[in-house]
């Protein structure tokens, strides 16, 4: 059986309508997790007008569960209203998709460089992404009077067309190059999307 993992991206006063229509469909392997939207206007969030808090839902569902969760959405107009959300979904396994013009490039930056992101992703073709918070536990990981520190990160989650994808973790990659950051950017292509409308 075909297995996608789909990421939808909701504003927090859609969040009950989504989980609706995921409960419906019975998709059981679900994670939830807080955000913060930035538009494509920096000015905006310097006034912070232009963040808002969103819900990312993961989803490990299968092929039909993720057409028919698409028709659902459309159906019901979930995203009816610009930046009300996104939703896409990334193939698990199989065989390469032939032809793939979005993509989804992840970053995982140090807890206070989004905007860095941010901005570079803005300066390479991205309208916008979407960000949440997370925790490291790798190499970094220490105690302090017997507490445990773990190293604070940021996820940028930016969709953007393929041929945008390569120069931005490029133009990431450059611009953290003299900095003390330590982080990841990576290209997942994406198999389905919707509720692209932000202009």
Partial sequence: MAKEIIVMIVNEKLESRALDMINYLQIVGVSKHKARGMSKFGFFEFLNLGKEDKTVYFLNASYSQSKE??????????????????????????????KIERCVVVTVVDYGY?????????????????????RGTGANFSTFLGM????????????????????????????????????????????????????
Avoid: H, W, Y
Wanted: aromatic fraction near 6%; charged fraction near 30%; avoid cysteine.
């Fill in 69 to 98: 969760l698409k028709k659902m959405v459309i159906e019901r107009e979930l995203f009816k209203k610009q930046n009300s959300g996104i939703m896409f979904s990334v193939k698990i396994g199989g065989k390469k998709m032939a």
């Fill in 148 to 199: 445990d520190i773990n190293s604070e990160k940021e996820i940028v989650l930016n969709v953007v067309d393929k041929k945008i994808a390569d120069n931005l973790i490029k133009a990431i990659k450059k611009d953290f190059k003299d900095e003390n950051v330590s982080g990841i950017s990576f290209i997942m292509p994406i198999t389905n999307f919707i509720g692209i409308n932000n202009k």
């Fill in 114 to 134: 989004s905007s860095s992101v941010m901005r570079i992703a803005r300066e390479n073709g991205a309208s916008g992404g979407t960000i949440f918070d997370a």
